[in-house]
């Protein structure tokens, strides 16, 4: 039974560039969240996914954006690329099922050039 | 809002000890805690969760207390082993997802 599943493990842009990171959740989870993780840092929230809809966000600017597809699977977008969105994004998968964990993937290590 | 935070950016113990990681938060509202074990270059992974309605919750080797009355929360592993040694983190749930703690470091002495 695979887990949570990100691609890619890592990668390098440049100011300005657009990121598309993906996310493929636990096998019978329909729900997935994003969080940005700084090093020495615990991860932040950034939005949560549900029913193809954005139905939660954190304090994030619009440059984030996200979808979700039929298959549960998620895409986190990033624009307009800053130093400071140098960090690991970890996707988490949950069932919408009252108060259920949330498990992690390993995350994509995104740097900044 | 709700912030949720460790005491001890670092936590060192004697291999077979009982380790205690504290965590406090601000925001009564949370109604679901969990405590995430992360090692380094992998995602947090999941270890226990409480709701606000108990007090105590265990598991294999770990115990989570919940005192609502002062917005505290401790993960106790018993017999630590090397094996244990990572980034443990607290986190509420609420509103806005997930919140957590920047975590605490948790070394195994030989």
């Known amino acids: 039974d695979a887990g949570v599943t990100q691609s890619p493990t890592h990668l390098i842009k440049t100011r300005g560039q657009q990121v598309t990171l993906r996310c493929s959740p636990k096998?019978?989870?329909?729900?997935v969240s994003w969080y940005q993780q700084a090093l020495g840092q615990g991860p932040q929230f950034i939005f949560q996914?549900?029913?193809?809809?954005?139905?939660q966000r954190g304090n994030f600017p619009d440059r984030f954006s996200g979808h979700q597809f039929p298959n549960y699977s998620s895409e986190l977008n990033v624009n307009a690329l800053l130093l400071g969105d140098s960090a690991l994004y970890l996707c988490?998968?949950?069932?919408?099922?009252?108060?259920?964990?949330?498990?992690f993937g390993d995350g994509t290590r995104l740097s900044i050039l | 809002g709700e912030s949720v935070g460790l005491h001890l950016p670092t936590l060192s113990v004697q291999e077979g000890d009982n380790s205690i990681i504290n965590c406090a938060y601000s925001n009564s509202a949370s109604d679901y805690f969990i405590w995430y074990k992360q090692e380094s270059g992998k995602g947090p992974q999941f270890i226990i969760d409480i709701r606000s309605n108990m007090d105590k919750r265990q598991g294999q080797r770990v115990t989570v207390l919940l005192n609502k009355t002062v917005k505290h929360l401790s993960l106790q592993i018993a017999a630590t082993q090397p094996g244990d040694s990572a980034v443990y983190f607290c986190a509420g749930g609420g509103a806005d997802g997930l919140t957590f703690g920047k975590g605490t470091h948790l070394i195994i002495q030989p």
């Open positions: 096998s019978g989870h329909d729900t």
């Open positions: 996914y549900y029913e193809e809809e954005e139905r």
């Open positions: 988490a998968s949950s069932l919408d099922s009252g108060n259920q964990p949330q498990h």
